[in-house]
């Protein structure tokens, strides 16, 4: 079947894997916890009663939130407002550059989450960079990034699709998921720590993932199993030689499906073993 993308490029977003992971998902499912959601690939896709989503990047979540507020064609509207206002293009660099200035300056509690996403949408591998004062700091994305005609769609169709979720904006270890149980599916995509990836550095504002917080999300899995949930979670266990020996050691309990996808065109199978990643989907059940 044919899947949706969302309208953000996200970093680690699973919209290429969808088809690799989703077949392992269940067929019936009453509540849908996306616990790490970032580009909403996952949660837009798939088919629930009711669909949570979380992240801990408020940034991204205060998008999603006023999207839901607005109508598709006020949302459009807004956009190309937004992008004449500044005579955004993928060549105006000095626009883009007055337009990100402009954000920063804005109080944080004034910003405009739909002015954060175009923003994004001209910046450098549509990515969401912030420093430690959340200052947006990614550089401009000349001759590629803009919002283009395939992602106005991507967003019209994400739009539709959002009307069903609940956002969140937490961090995983604060969250009460003992409202979840039998017939209820919560699908877990950490940054993975053993990858070097820019949602994974700390260089968004936010703190990078840790052992720390591996054990803790495998804890926690095992809580929600216990509880009936069924759980996916996506992970690698090797990664350019480095493995992730914990990761490894608690997956024993449930079943793993390795995940063929190919990174940073790498083989799995060459003969150097430093080129190799192995991306796996664990599941209890």
């Known amino acids: 079947m044919p899947y949706d993308k969302s309208p953000l490029n996200y970093i680690g977003g699973k919209y290429k894997m969808l088809p690799k992971i989703m077949k ?4 019936q499912i009453n509540t849908m916890y996306d616990l790490f959601a970032g580009g909403c690939d996952v949660c837009t896709n798939i088919t629930a009663n009711q669909i949570y989503a979380n992240d801990i ?5 205060d998008i999603y939130r006023a999207f839901q507020k607005l109508s598709i064609e006020d949302l459009l509207t807004a956009i190309d407002g937004i992008i004449n206002k500044w005579q955004l293009s993928m060549t105006n660099e000095a626009g883009y550059l007055a337009f990100r200035d402009h954000y920063n300056k804005t109080p944080e509690a004034q910003r405009d989450p739909i002015e954060l996403y175009v923003l994004v949408c001209y910046s450098f591998n549509y990515q969401f960079r912030f420093n430690n004062s959340h200052e947006f700091n990614n550089p401009f994305g ?3 990034s803009s919002f283009n005609p ?3 769609e991507n967003l019209i169709t994400f739009h539709s699709k959002l ?3 609940n956002f969140s ?3 995983f270890r604060d969250l009460d998921l003992g409202f979840l ?9 950490p940054p993975y720590r053993i990858t070097t990836a820019s949602y994974n550095d700390g260089h968004r504002g936010f703190e990078g993932w840790n052992v720390a917080d591996d054990l803790f999300l495998f804890d926690l899995l095992d809580r929600l199993n216990e509880q009936g949930v069924k759980f996916a979670l996506s992970n690698v266990t ?3 030689g480095h493995k992730n020996k914990e990761l490894m050691q608690w997956k024993k309990k449930y079943h793993t499906h390795r995940i063929r996808y190919n990174y940073n065109n790498s083989n799995y199978q060459a003969r150097n073993t430093e080129l190799i990643t192995k991306e796996v989907l664990i599941t209890n059940y």
């Open 24 to 27: 392992f998902f269940p067929k």
């Open 57 to 61: 990047n408020f940034f991204v979540i």
């Open 142 to 144: 000349r001759d590629r």
């Open 150 to 152: 395939t992602m106005r």
């Open 163 to 165: 009307g069903n979720i």
């Open 169 to 171: 904006s937490h961090n």
């Open 181 to 189: 149980g039998q017939g209820d599916f919560l699908y877990a995509d």
């Open 238 to 240: 090797e990664h350019k």
